[in-house]
């Protein structure tokens, strides 16, 4: 059978991570979250760092959150560690600081879909739910020959529907980790090694040369292109920072004053525009480079992001809320990538 295939296929490539040798349902969630649109290498790290630092799940409750984000600092996302925070303080809540055990109560806590659901309850709990991931999309596809789009709701159905069936009565906890891993080591988006694959005699894509095409999607979403300008305003040794707000991108985390614009603009426009004012008064401050715009691509918008660097005195100041701060005082704050990276190179 094609489970049976799979998972003696597992048993001989699997790699070896550390959220594997665990059946704690915290750690479980956890690396889950982080392996949310981040590579398995980038996230063992983070796993281990965080992991040490937040052991349970009260000890991630009773965190603070700048103190979450300082720590996720790097991953990107980070609405995800925000809904870890608060599920966590809901699981403390709610069920008395101990996780959840079933598929619909797990489901239930911010953050967590079906997939992440289905992961946990079988990775921790042993439960049959089918895992349904992009790589078990990819395989499912490919195999049965299904161009269903994957982002459809007749798709995911049949899908959800045809893992259920192809899992079958194998242990759920290896299957779901066989299948998962199989389409990240093996069943590859690109250029898989359809050679030394096992189920190469029964794969309708091969046979059919629709190895590229599948799995199919209906939807394209469009890139958003964003122009941020963000000011190093410097003063007396120190750099001005702010809290980003509202609901946005890096929601919460600490940035440099920006502009942003909707269209590449030059300094002595920026000069021109209302923002800049809320900043700074009518100043002499003085502008002293600019950055190239460097491109920080997001799932589905473009940042394009200059960095303008300007002494000025504090009386030229007209924003108060701004937090002036010195380089060695910076780590206490978390920033997005894009900052920490500028970061690192004004600071050698």
Known sequence: MLNNQIINWYSIHKRDLPWRKTKDP?????SEIMLQQTRVSTTIDYYNRFITQFPTVKDLANADEQEVL????????YSRARNLHFAAKTIVKEHKGIFPDSYNSILTLKGIGTYTAAAISSFAYNLPHAVLDGNVFRVLSRIYGIET??????GKKLFQQLATETMGDAIPEVYNQAIIEFGALQCTPKSPNCESCPLLANCFAHKNQMIEVLPKKSKQIKTKNRYFYYLFLSCSGRFAIEKREGKDIWENMYQFPLIETDHPVEHHDLMKTEKWNLYLKNSTAIINSQT???VHKLSHQHIHASFVHITVKE??????????ISMEEAEKYPFPKLIENHLKIISK
């Not at 915290?26 to 956890?30: A, L, T, V």
């Not at 300082?70 to 996302?77: D, I, P, S």
């Not at 789009?149 to 007749?154: H, R, V």
């Not at 009386?315 to 002036?324: G, R, S």
């Open 26 to 30: 915290y750690s479980i969630w956890i």
């Open 70 to 77: 300082n720590l996720w600092q790097g991953l990107g996302y």
């Open 149 to 154: 789009p994957i982002d459809s709701g007749k």
């Open 292 to 294: 190239k715009p460097i």
């Open 315 to 324: 009386e030229e100041l007209a924003k108060n809320d701004l937090v002036f």
